[in-house]
């Protein structure tokens, strides 16, 4: 059949000879795990873009499009951990077993580029954050501080609300991951690149912006329960 204008246009026969073949795949499993992993490097790309955009926007002080951005990435993520929850049902760890001796060893996520990238490019939020915070004589704990209906900095607060929201969903994927990985293969057998559930968890407890989470706690250093 010939090509179709919408082929064409995806290049679609290019990024499906990427796929495995029917007859070639270990078991069924294995169409959904390349599948997904091919999806998220998509995936990443398009949070890349946004991040780019988001830092933009708050380069030229358009407050508001930065965090309606932020929630359209970290709904991105949303749809990552969906995949690997998928994957905890789809895969059967034994099937897991036979994928894996063909994967190659140190073929691991750990080392996309793109991954890495969309952690750079979220950190890279945070310094616009603070000097934004800055020019207004604000600090965290000051804003958290703040009535909703009766501040001057609303914007500001939608904002840290939506960089919350955007760290959550990432560490909400990697809760999901850490699942995937102990469901398929165990909390002590070594990942591709060497890591265990350790490595990983030691990675979640990294947040995007630690501050952020931290200051949360200042706003209770007084606090007493009344009598
Ligand atoms: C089904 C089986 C999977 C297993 C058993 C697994 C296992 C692991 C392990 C053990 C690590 C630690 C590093 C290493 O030694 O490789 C790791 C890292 C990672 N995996 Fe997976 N993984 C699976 C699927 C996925 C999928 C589907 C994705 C993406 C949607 C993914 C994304 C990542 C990322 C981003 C890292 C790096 C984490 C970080 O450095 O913060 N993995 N994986």
């Known amino acids: 059949m010939a090509e179709t204008a919408y082929e064409r246009y ?28 091919q999806e998220a490097e998509f995936i990443w790309t398009r949070i890349n873009l946004m991040l780019k955009r988001i830092n933009e926007k708050l380069q030229a002080s358009d407050v508001w499009e930065a965090v309606d951005l932020l929630g359209q990435a970290a709904n991105l993520w949303g ?5 690997s929850q998928e994957l905890l049902m789809r895969l059967w760890p034994n099937d897991f077993l036979k994928i894996r001796k063909i994967i190659g060893e140190g073929a691991s996520t750990a080392d996309s580029p793109r991954y890495h990238e969309s952690e750079r490019l979220a950190r890279s939020l945070w310094p616009l954050f603070e000097k934004r915070l800055a020019k207004y004589s604000l600090t965290i704990p000051k804003l958290l501080q703040e009535e909703p209906d009766d501040t001057g900095h609303h914007d500001m607060q939608a904002l840290l609300k939506a960089m919350m929201w955007y760290d959550y969903r990432v560490q909400e994927f990697a809760i999901a991951h850490l699942y995937l990985v102990f469901g398929v293969i165990g909390d002590r057998t070594a990942g591709l690149k060497g890591g265990t559930t350790d490595f990983l968890i030691n990675r979640y ?10 200051s949360i706690n200042s706003l209770y250093v007084d606090f007493k329960p009344s009598q």
């Open 10 to 37: 995806l290049s679609a026969d290019k990024m499906l000879s990427f796929q495995k073949k029917e007859e070639d795949l270990i078991c069924d499993g294995e169409r959904d795990f390349q599948g997904v992993q």
């Open 205 to 214: 407890n990294s947040y995007l912006f630690p501050k952020l989470w931290d």
């Open 79 to 83: 749809g990552l951990t969906q995949k």
